[in-house]
């Protein structure tokens, strides 16, 4: 069935490598994506997100990538740092109207100094 | 602002029974939604809803009930509580999914135990 999901369920970094979590996602039809942080025991919180008709959006350190030709997304962390250090989520929208947001099961990223 | 406030934190529930989860924002959004993280996973949407008065079903709606009659509410009820239904369940609400962000606010988290 159609899904979202990672490819590396953990990723460890040293204290200012870019850091690079990728995301497979198998609905063709889905037009906007999310990339969220989970520190442990708080809820997600929003890093960045991207439309389908953009390849590429820089925030603060980060950067999404979408490449639609192969359903490929990929957050990129520049000098990481180890409040980086975290579970990261990526999201599509599905439904209606695209208002069901469907997260990945995530990939652990450790940060050692 | 108190953001997205879900109660209670923390809740054990013996199987069969019975209990609603409570979730309030008072940033004036149109959508709220209650996903489930079981231990190492990611999140599961149970439901959803785009206002007042309309809800939908998420991946994992089965055992679980949801109402929505004001803009700021959103209560999950658990009937017949499983152990299956373990879990830590997250309220999030966000002012649309297809304005210029789609941004969710989450709530702290619910955890839940059904011994």
């Known amino acids: 069935g159609e899904s979202v999901g990672l490819h590396l369920p953990t990723l460890s970094v040293q204290e200012g490598d870019n850091s690079i979590i990728n995301c497979a996602y198998s609905n063709s039809a889905s037009d906007y994506f999310i990339w969220y942080k989970q520190e442990s025991g708080k809820g997600p919180q929003f890093i960045i997100d991207?439309?389908?008709?953009?390849d590429k959006r820089q925030g603060q350190r980060v950067t999404v990538l979408l490449n639609k030709t192969v359903k490929h997304l990929s957050l990129q962390i520049a000098a990481t740092q180890p409040g980086d250090s975290a579970v990261y989520f990526c999201a599509e929208t599905r439904g209606q109207a695209g208002t069901a947001l469907i997260f990945g099961k995530g990939t652990t990223l450790s940060v050692s100094s | 602002n108190a953001g997205v406030t879900q109660t209670p934190k923390f809740r054990i529930l013996k199987i069969g029974q019975s209990m609603t989860l409570q979730c309030a924002q008072d940033m004036n959004h149109n959508y709220m939604y209650w996903y489930r993280q079981d231990p190492g996973m990611g999140l599961k949407l149970i439901y959803y809803s785009v206002g007042a008065g309309i809800t939908d079903k998420g991946e994992v709606p089965n055992g679980y009930n949801v109402s929505r009659s004001t803009t700021e509410d959103f209560p999950l009820r658990l009937e017949l509580a499983a152990p299956s239904q373990t879990s830590v369940y997250f309220c999030?609400?966000?002012?649309?999914?297809?304005?210029?962000?789609?941004?969710?606010?989450f709530g702290e988290g619910s955890r839940l135990t059904v011994l």
């Open positions: 999030a609400s966000s002012y649309s999914m297809t304005a210029n962000t789609g941004e969710l606010f």
């Open positions: 991207i439309r389908s008709n953009m």
